[in-house]
């Protein structure tokens, strides 16, 4: 018998309990062995408990260090802070793993076939900012820190490394500003191009490029990449980018991973507009549960549940409106289950 892994589920707000409905209807037919343990947080866990991340949900994690999660609402402006910036906080997620490939030819670009990993806790997003006041306007002047460690950028470059190299990846790509940005983003650089000389020359490609031709090469002729790495901020929107390379954010999965946990799920949010429709694409929650059979070392059920959900999109040609299909969720889902058990 093929021993249970223990996981938390996290069906999170909006669109989320239906997509991960939809997950689980896949996973299960694929006789994935996760233990589910079914907690809340976003806006479900303000309405039930009053905290947007509730401490039996970081337990839950702390005990499985492994999580499967839907999309969560997060106030813009004031209210709460994102439970998912906390999430990344709590167990130290410091690699953000972006792959996008295209699923559905035809499209802008076609055998797009990249990765983005993107540093998750330093950068300009350490949340260090104020306002200076002069004279009557008390934001006169806005001013933001930011910070990246030596040990941070280690972090982050050996987890692109490995994973290039694990993965059967030709080259890895250093993204910087550090014409600019000469020590936040130039001891970035610098820790890349120590960690290629001493330890992996000989085992994959490196070169380095400005954040801003990236952007541009990207657009003009993403085919020259393979995996891109960088800092926080420039991370952020990239990884945007490159998704919209694939047809958009409904086909784009992430992974947070730290040394104590990892956490997956869909890069899109909880698409409030169609939430309780019937409409949500799933396709990206569904990825991102690949990637978590690839994590806990079952490829073989991962590239069985990507094959299934190829051949229901492109074969079938069962897809969603969001892709200019008429299947609502539901008969998506039955589509790729047939598959799964064909
Ligand atoms: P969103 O990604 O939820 O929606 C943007 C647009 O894409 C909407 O028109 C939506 O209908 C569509 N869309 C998104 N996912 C789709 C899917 N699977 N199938 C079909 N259409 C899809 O972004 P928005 O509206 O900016 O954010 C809504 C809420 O989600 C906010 O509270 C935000 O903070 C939160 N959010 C949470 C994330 C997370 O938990 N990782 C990530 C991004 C946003």
């Known amino acids: 018998m093929t021993t249970r892994i223990p996981a938390t589920l996290i069906p999170g707000d909006g669109i989320g309990p239906e997509i991960v409905d939809a997950t689980l209807a896949a996973l299960d ?20 408990a009053n905290d947007p991340l509730p401490p039996a949900t970081l337990d839950s994690i702390r005990r499985t260090r492994l999580a499967l999660k839907g999309p969560l ?54 949340g260090h900012e104020h306002y200076v006041q002069i004279d009557d306007d008390p934001h006169a002047v806005a001013m933001a820190t930011g910070i990246n460690t030596r040990a941070g950028c280690r972090h982050i470059l050996d987890f692109a490394f490995r994973h290039a190299i694990a993965t059967g990846r030709k080259k890895v790509t250093i993204v910087h500003k550090a014409n600019i940005m000469k020590a936040l983003t130039g001891i970035f650089k610098e820790t890349a191009e120590q960690m290629y000389e001493q330890t992996y020359k000989g085992r994959i490609a490196m070169d380095t490029v400005i954040v801003d031709a990236c952007a541009m090469k990207l657009v003009l002729d993403p085919w020259q990449f393979d995996v891109l790495v960088t800092t926080n901020l420039f991370g952020d929107i990239l990884s945007d980018l490159v998704a919209g390379l694939v047809g958009g954010l409904g086909m784009a999965p992430g ?88």
């Open 29 to 48: 037919a694929l006789g994935a062995p996760f233990e589910w343990d079914t907690q809340i947080a976003g806006l479900e866990g303000v309405k039930v």
């Open 73 to 126: 609402e997060t106030p813009s402006g004031g209210g709460y802070r994102s439970s998912n910036v906390r999430l990344r906080e709590a167990f130290q997620l410091y690699a953000n793993l972006r792959p996008a490939r295209t699923l559905v030819p035809g499209g802008r670009f076609d055998n797009i076939d990249l990765v983005v990993v993107r540093e998750n806790l330093e950068g300009l997003y350490i």
């Open 255 to 342: 992974a947070n991973i730290g040394a104590d946990a990892a956490i997956f799920e869909a890069v899109h949010g909880s698409a409030p507009d169609i939430a309780g429709l019937g409409k949500a694409n799933p396709t990206a929650l569904l990825l991102a549960a690949a990637m978590m059979l690839d994590h806990v070392g079952r490829s073989d059920l991962a590239t069985r549940l990507r094959q299934a959900i190829d051949a229901t999109l492109n074969v079938d040609q069962v897809r969603t409106g969001d892709l200019g299909g008429r299947a609502g969720t539901r008969a998506f889902t039955q589509a790729l289950v047939a598959r799964l058990q064909g």
